[in-house]
């Protein structure tokens, strides 16, 4: 045995190919062209979680007869989505990419950025790449009925009177009721 080197690029891609080739799981790895928007990516074995962002922009929104708000469309803040194997952040930020700080995102079915999927179905995509996930996270988002509360109210003032508001008069999201959060970007970048 001799005196240890550095690995060479070679060296790593080598080992790299023959975990692939025995390992069914990182050859269904995600691929595919990476978006502007994506953030951030860990796709290593066993473990998935992607963060990306939308800038600010009109989104669909459905709502549970009881809260008394229409489905209609908001201009929403911009959202920072993080997505793990089966579960869902988001996150708000003001202007049209995403810097410090962050702020709650003022949607119900939200608490403490997690998101309680409970009426969204759609299928997860057969191929994994970057965009098909994204878009998968985003359906089951806005697709899904906004129901009630789940925590603490995510903004200054009353949601669903704000929230009915914008729809009825089309005006944006005031960026005056969102309250800033306890997690900035760098925190989630890790």
Request: charged share 25%.
């Amino acid at each position: 045995m001799g005196a240890g080197k550095p690995m060479t690029k070679k060296c790593v891609t080598e080992i790299f190919r023959a975990i692939v080739e025995d390992s069914e799981d990182l050859s269904q790895g995600y691929h595919g062209v990476i978006p502007k928007n994506l953030l951030y990516a860990d796709t290593t074995t066993g473990r998935t979680r992607l963060i990306w962002y939308n800038p600010p922009m009109k989104r669909k929104m459905y709502f549970v007869g009881s809260l008394g708000i229409p489905d209609g469309e908001v201009i929403m803040p911009g959202i920072v989505y993080e997505a793990n194997d089966n579960s869902l952040k988001v996150y708000c930020f003001k202007g049209k990419i995403p810097k410090a700080p962050l702020y709650q995102a003022p949607f119900f079915n939200v608490s403490n950025h997690a998101v309680c999927l409970g009426t969204a179905k759609t299928k997860r995509p057969k191929s994994l790449t970057y965009i098909e996930a994204m878009e998968y996270w985003e359906t089951m988002f806005w697709n899904s009925e906004f129901s009630h509360i789940y925590g603490g109210n995510p903004v200054k003032g009353n949601l669903a009177v704000i929230t009915k508001n914008c729809i009825e008069k089309g005006e944006p999201f005031p960026m005056d009721a969102l309250i800033k959060s306890k997690i900035k970007l760098k925190d989630i970048l890790k």
